[in-house]
């Protein structure tokens, strides 16, 4: 493993000099994706810049919207009584996210900026409409979730940007939703997942979000199943042949691989079998439709 210089900022100030005076320089939170690639010989970085130290990046808020500030790790979700009782989607996918150790390190913004198609923590927050707060030496922006990820491992940070906090409406009462994921072996990456977020009011779906993992080369949006959701009656009956035509659009939207770990027909037809589940738990656990 190649030596690097490695760094411990207070201030986000401070870290964006560093930044700036190591052009090959990475951030660093928790470690548990990047300290892997370098152990391994995949990065070479010339130096690390931690973020451990940066008390503006610390913290979960609740209020008029949520804040999850770029230092929470999925351990912090967790224990965080009031966030996974306003968002219990949050919940489902950090309970299943790798170890307990693990789950200690990650941080949520690292899961993000890791950009893996297969992100537990990113078909939910899309499915929250969540933001990212990305600052950098030039300034601060707000990026839809959606249009960050541009790519295998690729997302719209500048060179010497970072994300410093996550961002959510507030909770809706009417508010449904479910994650399901399937890996091969215990603490296996996704071989596919899905979220549901969803709104139930009279009866009928409204603000319809559904989200994929490990299907495409970005965790995505499924919006032609969100569209067909739309507004449409689904309870008492309603719901069973059209969740069926919501997996047949499924299907169609997603681009999964075939690789060591599964094929791309079976993560097609897993995708659809998630999708039904995710909807059926969310809107009467398995038994209203």
């Not at 493993?1 to 201030?11: E, I, S």
């Not at 931690?50 to 979700?77: C, H």
């Not at 479910?178 to 139930?200: E, N, P, Q, Y």
């Amino acid at each position: 493993m190649k030596a690097f210089d490695y760094h411990r900022p207070t201030a986000l100030g401070e870290a964006f000099r560093l930044a700036g005076e190591c052009p090959g320089a990475r951030y660093i939170a928790g470690g548990t994706d990047l300290l892997v690639r370098i152990r391994a010989g995949r990065e070479r970085p010339e130096a690390l810049i931690s973020l451990g130290r940066v008390e503006a990046l610390a913290g979960i808020a609740l209020g008029q919207s949520t804040r999850i500030g770029a230092r929470a790790t999925i351990g912090d979700l967790l224990r965080h009584r009031e966030l996974v009782q306003s968002y219990p989607l949050l919940d489902q996918a950090a309970r299943v996210f790798a170890s307990a150790q693990v789950r200690n390190l990650a941080t949520v913004a690292g899961n993000l900026c890791n950009a893996s198609p297969a992100a537990d923590m990113a078909p939910v927050l899309l499915a929250l409409d969540a933001r990212v707060i990305v600052e950098g030496p030039t300034g601060s922006r707000e990026v839809e979730l959606d249009a960050f990820f541009t790519g295998p491992g690729l997302t719209a940070l500048a060179p010497g940007e970072l994300v410093t906090a996550i961002v959510l409406d507030a909770p809706h009462d009417a508010a449904r939703s479910c994650f399901v994921r399937k890996g091969r072996v215990g603490m296996d990456i996704a071989l596919t997942s899905v979220a549901v977020h969803c709104r139930l009011v009279g009866g009928r779906l409204e603000h319809v979000r559904i989200a994929a993992g490990a299907v495409a080369p970005r965790p995505i949006r499924l919006r032609a199943v969100e569209d067909l959701l739309e507004g449409r009656e689904v309870v008492n009956g309603h719901g069973r042949d059209l969740f069926d035509e919501a997996a047949h659009v499924a299907v169609g939207e997603i681009a999964p691989i075939t690789d060591i770990r599964a094929g791309a027909d079976y993560r097609r037809r897993l995708t659809g079998v998630l999708l039904v589940r995710a909807l059926r738990w969310a809107i009467g656990k398995g038994d209203a439709v």
